[in-house]
């Protein structure tokens, strides 16, 4: 089992360009989420998807889309990225019945 | 609303000092959910441990320590005989109400407790 797996691990982007991070989880987790963490603000929920077909805003959604393509992956796309979406992006997975998350190794991306 | 607050930002100790990371929660709800997470320096979070709101007894595993007190809403986790390897960040979290039925709840998440265990 791999567990939740990102790619990829790290990007540098321009003002503008745009990118899809990916995720996915081999558990067979109903619910997935992505966070972002920036120094002294902890982890910050962007989006997340209850079970496949369903997407839901979190804390700071803005400038982010989601793709829930199936019960394994779970991308999150930034359109026109900015300085300040520069960031380690976490996605997370969850069974039903624990509501504990575990976790991918993350993305470090940074915009100039 | 819910809230985890965890006060201590950093912590410095010496190898072999024990250490308490506190974390105190705020909410509603009878029934919730509390965890703990490490990042080390890698940066990878771990889940450590998860204690339903009805389960107030402690737990232990090996070095490490959890008292759940619901009359003080505190979970505070204790590293006893603390080694280089536990230099991270820990992270208390709250699972938050629930949305609905057969939906996972959200965490909340306190701001994290960097702790520096030095030789």
């Known amino acids: 089992n791999a567990g939740v797996t990102q790619t990829p691990k790290f990007q540098v982007l321009k003002t503008g360009q745009s990118m899809t991070l990916q995720c996915a989880q081999d558990m067979n987790h109903n619910s997935m989420y992505w966070y972002r963490q920036d120094p002294g603000m902890g982890l910050r929920l962007i989006y997340y998807?209850?079970?496949?077909?369903?997407?839901d805003k979190g804390e700071v959604p803005n400038g982010y889309n989601v793709s829930r393509l199936n019960k394994r992956e779970f991308s999150l796309r930034l359109e026109s990225a900015a300085p300040s979406q520069t960031s380690v992006y976490f996605c997370?997975?969850?069974?039903?019945?624990?509501?504990?998350?575990?976790f991918g190794p993350g993305t470090r991306l940074t915009v100039l | 609303a819910q809230k985890v607050t965890q006060a201590q930002t950093e912590i410095s100790v010496v190898e072999k000092e024990d250490v308490t990371l506190d974390c105190v929660y705020e909410t509603r709800d009878t029934t919730y959910y509390l965890f703990w997470y490490k990042q080390p320096p890698s940066g990878e979070l771990v889940f450590l441990i998860r204690?339903?709101?009805?389960d107030e007894q402690n737990e232990i595993s090996g070095r490490y320590s959890w008292n759940f007190q619901k009359s003080t809403s505190s979970f505070n986790f204790t590293i006893t005989a603390s080694q280089v390897v536990d230099s991270a960040v820990y992270f208390c979290a709250l699972s938050e109400a629930n949305s609905g039925a057969g939906n996972n709840r959200k965490l909340i998440w306190g701001l994290g407790t960097s702790l520096a265990v030095n030789p």
């Open positions: 997370a997975s969850t069974r039903v019945e624990t509501d504990t998350q575990y």
């Open positions: 204690r339903n709101s009805f």
């Open positions: 998807s209850a079970s496949e077909g369903t997407t």
